[in-house]
C-alpha cells in the first residue's frame, strides 16, 4: 500500500522556519516527481513546489528564494524548508507523489 506521511509542521512567529518531511512507503520513491501543495481556510489548494527524481525543483512564485525542497532516495523521504515564513504561509500543507497519492497533511500556522 502506497502511503504518504508529513510531519514537522507547527506554530511559528513570523520570520521563523520550520522543515517539514514527507516519507514515503510502498512506491519505487526515486522514480517519482514529488510535490508540495498547501490549502488556507477557504481557499483552494495551491502547489507550492516540486522536485524531479533527479532533484530538479521548481516554485511557486509566493515562496521562491525562501523555501526549498530537497529529497533523500535513500530514505524515501522529501523535505520543504520553510524560511521567513509570513502569516500568509498559513495552510495545511501536503505532498503527493506523480501518481493520485497525497498525505494526510501537516498543518503550519504563522502567527505572533
Known amino acids: 500500500q502506497v502511503q504518504l506521511v508529513e510531519s514537522g509542521g507547527g506554530l511559528v512567529e513570523p520570520g521563523g522556519s520550520l522543515r517539514l518531511s514527507c516519507a514515503a512507503s510502498?512506491?519505487?520513491?526515486?522514480?517519482?516527481?514529488m510535490y508540495w501543495y498547501r490549502q488556507a481556510p477557504g481557499l483552494g489548494r495551491e502547489l507550492v513546489a516540486h522536485?524531479?527524481?533527479?532533484?530538479?525543483?521548481s516554485y511557486a512564485d509566493s515562496v521562491k528564494g525562501r523555501f526549498t525542497s530537497s529529497r533523500d532516495n535513500a530514505k524515501s523521504t522529501v523535505y520543504l524548508q520553510m524560511n521567513n515564513l509570513t502569516p500568509e504561509d498559513t495552510a495545511v500543507y501536503y505532498c503527493?507523489?506523480?501518481?493520485?497519492?497525497w498525505g494526510q497533511g501537516t498543518q503550519v500556522t504563522v502567527s505572533s
Open positions: 510502498g512506491m519505487f520513491f526515486s522514480i517519482h516527481r
Open positions: 503527493k507523489n506523480s501518481g493520485e497519492i
Open positions: 522536485i524531479s527524481s533527479l532533484g530538479t525543483t
